[in-house]
């Protein structure tokens, strides 16, 4: 196995003696938000001083307000504490090579820098953020490898690496958008390990692996296997075959195992909603939905951020189903959960203007879904990078209301704003590339420039 440890270390190696000139021997700062368990906050405070190990390769970013919402989603999590930290580097430190890989990056403008394994930073200062006792600064610094007490952290870090280090390494790459490189590091674990519990679990996550990449076979076969080999070495009501049964869509060990009202079988029934809703079978999916929404309603507190997920699952099967007035309401429902719980300018505040703006859309209600979309946009380029996906969508969806209400002109701008941020972030062969053609072939069609909108059908395909 560590060949691959060191291939990814020494790609940032060489990344690192490329790139290091750059910084001109100046420190600079990176973050990165994160959520910890409240038991490991409290073992933190009492560190302030001393040293601080990452024991993996460790994910940061040169942009702040990134990290923050990355830290600020954490802090919706019961028992977590969020975290952003704050990270001085000195790029004379050699102990511990790092690297830009902003173009690899799976989130546009985020200005990632990825570290080596075993990065070790003194911990300066622990500070409370925005007098939320969930919401912490930690000021780090880089340290290095002539510190006495590093030398001795580095010797029980290696002492204590174990086998879950590489599920770490694989949880990192997914994040990170390397999905090549994931799925490389789990199928040599499957080939290395003899325990059919584990060969289960590495299954289990190539099947998470491919529903990220959108390849929905793939993902059922490897869930498929993970659920075999379970079948044959588990007890038949085992809580890991849940998993496998609620990835591929059953749940019928959940039901005899779990109390009626419990969180996981909320879970389970949303995941096969999705599938449901994912295939076009809307009333199977709101039936699952349905469900998960009686028992996050009765367990959980009215304005918790589950129960407006819930909501904007039911009210996207009504949208799809042409109920535009239930899937309104729903979405209503959702956005008032988050209005109370999330800052005025929080993404998931855009995607509720977002999708009430296309339900008004539908009902022709065009001056309701133009102010409710102009709502998403202004967070979306407040709190955004200028070529993010989202900002995509926002301008996509506005032009169609433009295009419907006959202003073409402003349509077509505001699509080829999407267009731009698509060609940029998205493989040719992506959908959505296709529907924005398929948008701007729509309105040169309207504008009579026949010769146009053939190009653009064309580039649809």
């Known amino acids: 196995m560590g060949f691959f440890i060191h291939d990814l270390h020494q790609q940032i190696q060489q990344l690192y003696q490329q790139q290091v000139n750059h910084y001109h021997g100046k420190p600079f700062l990176v973050y990165r938000g994160q959520g910890l368990k409240k038991s490991n906050f409290e073992k933190l405070q009492k560190t302030k001083g001393g040293l601080m190990s990452f024991n993996n390769f460790l994910s940061t970013s040169k942009d702040e307000e990134v990290s923050l919402k990355f830290a600020k989603f954490a802090s919706m999590i019961p028992d977590m504490v969020a975290i952003l930290f704050v990270m001085s580097i000195d790029p004379c430190i050699k102990s511990t ?16 820098i990825l ?19 969930q919401l912490y600064q930690v000021e780090l610094q880089l340290t290095s490898d002539d510190d006495q ?4 952290l580095t010797d029980r870090i ?9 599920q770490r390494l694989a949880k990192l790459l997914l994040e990170i958008g390397q999905f090549n490189k994931a799925e490389e590091l789990y199928n040599v674990l499957l080939e290395e390990t003899s325990d059919e519990g584990e060969k289960a679990g590495y299954y289990n996550h190539l099947g998470y692996l491919k529903i990220d990449q959108g390849d929905y076979k793939k993902a059922i076969w490897y869930n498929e296997q993970a659920l075999d080999i ?4 588990l007890p038949p009501n085992h809580s890991d075959l849940a998993t496998s049964h609620s990835n591929i869509g059953a749940l019928g060990i959940y039901q005899e195992t779990l109390p009626s009202n419990h969180p996981d079988l909320a879970t389970s029934y949303s995941n096969i909603g999705l599938a449901y809703s994912e295939m076009g079978e809307y009333s199977k999916a709101l039936s699952y939905y349905e469900k998960a929404f009686e028992i996050l ?7 918790h951020p589950y129960l ?4 904007n699952n039911i009210g996207n099967v009504h949208k799809n189903m042409g109920k535009h007035s239930k899937a309104l309401s729903f979405y209503e429902k959702a956005l008032e959960i988050k209005q109370k719980t999330l800052p005025s300018n929080h993404p998931l505040l855009a995607t509720s203007y977002n999708n009430i703006c296309s339900v008004y859309d539908f009902m022709g209600e065009y001056s309701k879904a133009r102010s409710s979309h102009e709502k998403a946009l202004e967070i979306r380029q407040k709190t955004l990078s200028s070529n993010h996906p989202d900002l995509a969508t926002s301008y996509d969806t506005i032009g169609l209301v433009y295009n419907h209400v006959g202003k073409y002109s402003k349509a077509l701008s505001y699509y080829e704003k999407a267009l731009e941020i698509r060609e940029k972030s998205l493989p040719s062969d992506h959908p959505a590339l ?15 420039k026949y010769s146009k909108t053939l190009s653009y059908y064309d580039k649809a395909g």
């Open 230 to 233: 379970q079948q044959k070495t």
């Open 297 to 303: 309603k009765n367990t959980l507190p009215s304005n």
């Open 434 to 448: 296709a529907t924005t053609y398929n948008n701007i072939g729509s309105v040169y069609d309207s504008m009579g």
């Open 149 to 152: 007490q590093l030398r001795i």
């Open 308 to 311: 407006a997920t819930s909501y």
């Open 97 to 112: 090579p790092f690297a830009s890989i902003k173009e690899m990056s799976a989130i546009e403008g985020e200005k990632e």
């Open 158 to 166: 290696r002492e204590e690496a174990s086998g879950t280090e590489w």
């Open 115 to 133: 570290f080596s394994m075993h990065a070790v930073f003194r911990v300066n200062a622990i500070k409370q953020m925005d007098n939320n006792d």
